[in-house]
């Protein structure tokens, strides 16, 4: 009899296919996947030959310089302001008035002291926009003292007084040129202050050279955001009880008791940063993305955001956060430490500039941000579906979902909300009356149609 043949010992290199032995069907497959990832994860979505439109339609008429004066306190965050402040341009052109450069919120949850000078180009805005109305500095000083219509526009003379800038224009049935108003005003005249804009600039920079590809992530985790809207989910019992603290004692905020678990299950909650994890994971990021923070400070600090990096290392603030590594220098922000909507505004730029924007709530920030860059091509925006989610994790902590099979359905949840062009949404079939004012998308989180457009649109 013949003995057995020996043991083969098989060596590493047997086991490990050499590239260059692949097939060539077999390597263009697999360049064929990698280029399908990396374009699901990064790239913008198709355009369909869409461009932003903001020039007058040959109907269009510039406001005559009347002696009619309108003043403006912008109320809210920097992004309310913003978007005020282009509604209000529109009603004084409407109204054949001069607008006087709005004042600032300086009694907003930030007590934020900065000027419209301090925050915007003060001068660009009003070149830009001298095509379209004039706008003052100031009034006039023999009209200082005039007294001031705050209510009724349909009858009026002298001087107008606009108290609170987020009047809420109508986000649809306003003539097309009311519309590109306001679009150039947000996206042309409402241009940042030289050293928001250069500073900006800078980090972006700074972000770019360290990794081809940054996600901005608007982590909407702050103390008064929880406070306000009564989500407790992932806290501790004092958190939760300071939170509700808070709420109680904050006078214009309507709602005080609320119910934290019927908040989450119904999406109003924004994203904790664990389940901001979860989800990027679930969508196919790897480990080594590079993640900006665009928020303020996050509640609970380090004990919350190690949630976040223990899936996502390559973290990096604006400023020093715990152990987190700080974007800009102490120096380099001395000079907007305490000013709340200067800081915001260096959070706007480099989330308009980012490779992906994602934000764990919806707001001003995330809606607005979100239509600039549609304006500016569909950039990649992908908004969480928060009902969707809450409902897909607690079925796997429930283990009546598999965590292998989780990415599937939440990439399959979030096909269509990665920014792709789109029309403006109106307010649910059977809704009336002012709730369907209330229900439609907004006009600066979707400017499609009247401001992006196809180029034999441009001119109607």
């Known amino acids: 009899m013949t003995s057995d043949p020996p043991i083969l010992k098989l060596k590493i290199k047997d086991l490990l296919e050499d590239e260059h ?62 978007t005020g402040i282009a509604d209000m341009v ?82 649809n049935d306003l003539p097309l040129d009311i519309q590109r108003l306001r679009c150039r005003t947000l996206y042309h005249a409402l241009r940042f202050s030289p050293s928001i804009e250069s500073l900006g600039k800078k980090l972006v920079e700074r972000l770019k050279s360290r990794a081809e590809r940054y996600i901005a992530l608007h982590l909407r985790y702050e103390k008064d955001m929880l406070s306000f809207t009564g989500c407790t989910y992932g806290l501790t019992p004092t958190e939760s009880e300071e939170l509700k603290t808070m709420r109680e004692s904050t006078n214009h905020w309507k709602i005080k008791n609320i119910n934290s678990t019927e908040q989450r299950v119904g999406g109003f909650c924004p ?39 223990s899936r996502f290392p390559n973290i990096v603030f604006k400023v020093g956060v715990g152990n987190l590594e700080m974007l800009a220098t102490e120096q380099e922000l001395r000079s907007f430490l305490n000013h709340a909507s200067q800081t915001a505004a260096l959070d706007y730029i480099i989330s308009i500039e980012s490779d992906v924007f994602i934000p764990s709530h919806s707001g001003n920030m995330a809606r607005t941000v979100e239509g600039h860059r549609r304006f500016l091509g ?17 079925k796997m902590e429930a283990g009546l979902l598999e965590a292998s099979s989780l990415s599937r359905h939440v990439k399959q949840l979030h096909k ?27 006009f600066y989180q979707n400017p499609y149609p009247e401001c992006i457009c196809k180029s034999e649109d441009a001119l109607k």
């Open 21 to 82: 032995t692949k097939s060539p069907l077999l390597r263009v497959e697999e360049s064929k996947s990698e280029k399908l990832l990396y374009g699901e994860l990064w790239e913008a979505p198709f355009s369909r030959g869409l461009h932003s439109c903001v020039k007058p339609t040959t109907k269009y008429k510039a406001t005559p310089p009347w002696d009619r004066y309108m003043t403006v306190r912008s109320n809210g965050g920097l992004n309310q302001m913003r």
């Open 416 to 442: 269509n909300r990665r920014g792709s062009p789109r029309r403006r949404g109106g307010a649910p079939s059977g809704i009336k009356g002012r709730a369907r004012l209330r229900l439609e998308e907004s």
């Open 271 to 309: 994203l904790t940063p664990k389940e901001v994890g979860i989800f990027l994971e679930a969508l196919g990021y790897p480990s080594s993305t590079l993640i900006y923070i665009a928020a303020g400070e996050i509640y609970g600090g380090d004990t919350h955001l190690s949630e976040l990096r």
């Open 90 to 171: 529109a009603v004084a052109h409407i109204m054949n008035a001069t607008l006087v450069i709005p004042q600032l919120d300086k009694r907003s949850f930030w007590q934020d002291s900065s000027t419209f000078a301090d925050v915007f180009d003060e001068l660009h805005f009003i070149k830009s926009l001298q095509q379209d109305l004039r706008i003052v500095k100031e009034l006039p000083k023999e009209i200082e003292s005039l007294p001031r219509a705050r209510k009724h526009f349909t009858s009026w003379s002298g001087v107008v007084h606009v108290a609170k800038s987020d009047s809420r224009l109508a986000n």
């Open 378 to 394: 569909h950039r990649k925006t992908i908004t969480p579906d928060r009902k969707g989610l809450v409902e897909l994790l607690d």
